[in-house]
């Protein structure tokens, strides 16, 4: 079992930037791959980005590129969520997952692939 808690989130103005930690505790995170998901109110629970066990690859959502980088460090368990250029359309929850689905853009994307979810982190964008 993997047990997730988000952290970092907050209150921004739109072009600021937030860093969002996750911290992974029950297992080692190595072998796991780690994505991040965020939910709007009334919206479905979206992918916005995955980073492999090594760090070598990442993957982000076209709403994301360009603006947000994902980060890992294993030996502190924790992987990392650089959101900048923020806009109030980022708002959301936003949650840490982890798990070892496929690697490509269709798993990846697909919610029912990751197994470990967080509690959330709230981000609010204001204009």
């Known amino acids: 079992q993997v047990q997730l808690v988000e952290s970092g989130g907050g209150l921004v103005q739109a072009g600021g930037s937030l860093r969002l930690s996750c911290a992974a505790s029950?297992?080692?995170?190595?072998?796991?791959?780690m994505g991040w998901f965020r939910q709007a109110p009334g919206q479905e629970r979206e992918f916005v980005a995955a980073?492999?066990?090594?760090?070598?690859?990442?993957y982000f959502a076209d709403s994301a590129k360009g603006r947000f980088s994902i980060s890992r460090d294993n030996a502190k368990n924790t992987v990392y969520l650089q959101m900048n250029s923020l806009k109030p359309e980022d708002t959301a929850v936003y949650y840490c997952?982890?798990?070892?689905?496929?690697?490509?853009?269709?798993?990846?994307?697909?919610?029912?692939?990751?197994?470990?979810w967080g509690q959330g982190t709230q981000v609010t964008v204001s204009s």
């Open positions: 997952t982890a798990d070892t689905p496929a690697w490509n853009y269709i798993t990846l994307r697909s919610r029912g692939s990751w197994n470990y």
């Open positions: 029950g297992r080692t995170l190595g072998s796991y791959i």
């Open positions: 980073i492999s066990w090594s760090g070598s690859s990442t």
